[in-house]
C-alpha cells in the first residue's frame, strides 16, 4: 500500500508575480518539472516545501507545445523522488491521485479515475482525468495506484466539472535527454515544430525553418510599477523579493519566527500585516489600553478575533511620490525589525499568548 501522504515531500509550490503552480521531482532527476504555463515570461521562480521552506529556482528549458517547463533549484528541497517510468501504462479506468497546491493552499491530494488514456487536444493524446484540476494544480504529478507518476496536471475545462487532462510523463522524460544533449545555455526553448534548441530569439527555426513566435518564448514578464516598488522595499530590508512572491501583488515574508504578508487593498493602499501574537486569557483590559497608545502612523497595532497584528500601511501614491520612497524604504525596514521587540513585550509585560509554531502564524 502507497503512503500518498509521503509523497508530498517530492512536490513543491511554484510562485510566480502572476499566480502560483505546482511542480516535482522524480527519482534520480536533479530538475523540477512543471508546466509551461506557469512558468511563462520568467527567468527566476521561488519553489516552497510542503513544510514551507522557500528557494529560488532557475528556468533551464521551455516546451510550448506540450507545456512542459524544467526547473534547476538553487539549493535542494528534498532528498527524495517520486517514481516513475517513460513506460508506464495508463488505461481507462486506472485509479488516479493528482498531487498540487490548488489555489496556493496548501498541498493537497485529489483522487479519481481515467476518463480516456488518450483524449487528442489538437495533435497530443492527453490523459483524461475526473480528478479536479484547480488552478495551482497544474505541474502537479499524476500518481496511479502504485505511486508512480504518470502525467503532469495540465488543465481543466472552466465550463465542466471534474474534466481535466494530464501530459503524459514520457514527453517529460523525453525533455529531460535533450536537455542532456544541448549544449550549456540560461535558457532554452524547444522548437514548436522539431522540438529543437532555441537559444535565442528568431523569426524561424534555424533547424527546420518552421516560422516560430519565438519572440514571445523569449519574452521576459514586466511586474508593474508599485510592484518593482514593493520588491526595492524588500531589497532594502536584507530578502530576496523572488522567494517572497507568493501571487499577483502579494508576497509572503518569513523571517525566523515571523511572518508577515504584504498585498496592496484595491490598488489604493499597500499594507503589511504580521499576526504577533494572541491576546491573554485574563485582564486585557491592560493590553487593549497599551495597543491604543501605541499606534504611531504609519505603524499599526490591531485585532482580528483573538489575534494581535502588527501592521504598516501607505497610500499607493507614496511609493512612486518623488523623493518621498527612500523614507518609505527605511520604514519598511524598521517595521520588520521591530516585530520581534513587539512580540516579547506583548509576552513579557502583557500575558499575550504566543502562537504555538510558525506554521500557525502562517495559517492564521
Not at 167 to 180: G, N, Q, R, V
Not at 225 to 248: C, N, Y
Not at 325 to 343: C, D, M, S
Amino acid at each position: 500500500m502507497v503512503n500518498f501522504e509521503s509523497l508530498k515531500k517530492s512536490v513543491f509550490k511554484v510562485l510566480t508575480p502572476e499566480s502560483t503552480g505546482s511542480g516535482f521531482l522524480l527519482q534520480g532527476v536533479d530538475l523540477v518539472i512543471t508546466n509551461y504555463h506557469v512558468i511563462e515570461g520568467l527567468r527566476d521562480v521561488a519553489l516552497e516545501s510542503y513544510d514551507n521552506r522557500r528557494v529560488r529556482a532557475k528556468v533551464l528549458l521551455a516546451n510550448p507545445r506540450k507545456d512542459i517547463a524544467l526547473l534547476k533549484l538553487e539549493k535542494p528541497l528534498s532528498d527524495v523522488g517520486l517514481a516513475s517510468d517513460p513506460g508506464v501504462q495508463v488505461l481507462d479506468r486506472d485509479s488516479v491521485v493528482a498531487i498540487g497546491y490548488p489555489l496556493g493552499m496548501n498541498c493537497t491530494f485529489t483522487q479519481g479515475i481515467v476518463s480516456n488514456s488518450h483524449h487528442r487536444i489538437q495533435d497530443l493524446a492527453y490523459i483524461q482525468v475526473d480528478a479536479a484540476i484547480n488552478p495551482g494544480n497544474s505541474g502537479g504529478p499524476l500518481l496511479n495506484q502504485n505511486g508512480q507518476v504518470v502525467g503532469i496536471n495540465s488543465r481543466k475545462i472552466q465550463e465542466a466539472e471534474n474534466i481535466g487532462f494530464s501530459i503524459p510523463i514520457k514527453f517529460a522524460f523525453e525533455d529531460l535527454e535533450k536537455w542532456k544533449g544541448f549544449k550549456d545555455s540560461d535558457y532554452s526553448v524547444l522548437c514548436t515544430s522539431c522540438e529543437n534548441q532555441l537559444t535565442t530569439p528568431s523569426e524561424h527555426c534555424p533547424h527546420c525553418g518552421f516560422q516560430v513566435d519565438s519572440e514571445k518564448y523569449f519574452r521576459t514578464l514586466e511586474i508593474d510599477k508599485l510592484a518593482t516598488q514593493v520588491e526595492s522595499m524588500i531589497t532594502h530590508s536584507g530578502f530576496d523579493p523572488i522567494t517572497l512572491r507568493s501571487g499577483k501583488s502579494y508576497w509572503e515574508l518569513v523571517n525566523g519566527n515571523d511572518v508577515v504578508r504584504l498585498f496592496f487593498y484595491s490598488q489604493d493602499y499597500f499594507y503589511a500585516a504580521s499576526p504577533v501574537v494572541q491576546l491573554p486569557k485574563q485582564n486585557i483590559e491592560r493590553v487593549m489600553k497599551f495597543l491604543n497608545s501605541e499606534n504611531q502612523f504609519p505603524f499599526y497595532l490591531g485585532i482580528d478575533k483573538t489575534k494581535i497584528f502588527y501592521s504598516f500601511r501607505k497610500h499607493s501614491s507614496d511609493l512612486v511620490l518623488e523623493g518621498h520612497f527612500e523614507l518609505i524604504k527605511a520604514q519598511f525596514k524598521r517595521y520588520i525589525e521591530e516585530i520581534k521587540t513587539l512580540e516579547t513585550v506583548l509576552i513579557r509585560d502583557y500575558d499575550c499568548v504566543p502562537f504555538e509554531n510558525l506554521q500557525a502564524k502562517i495559517s492564521s
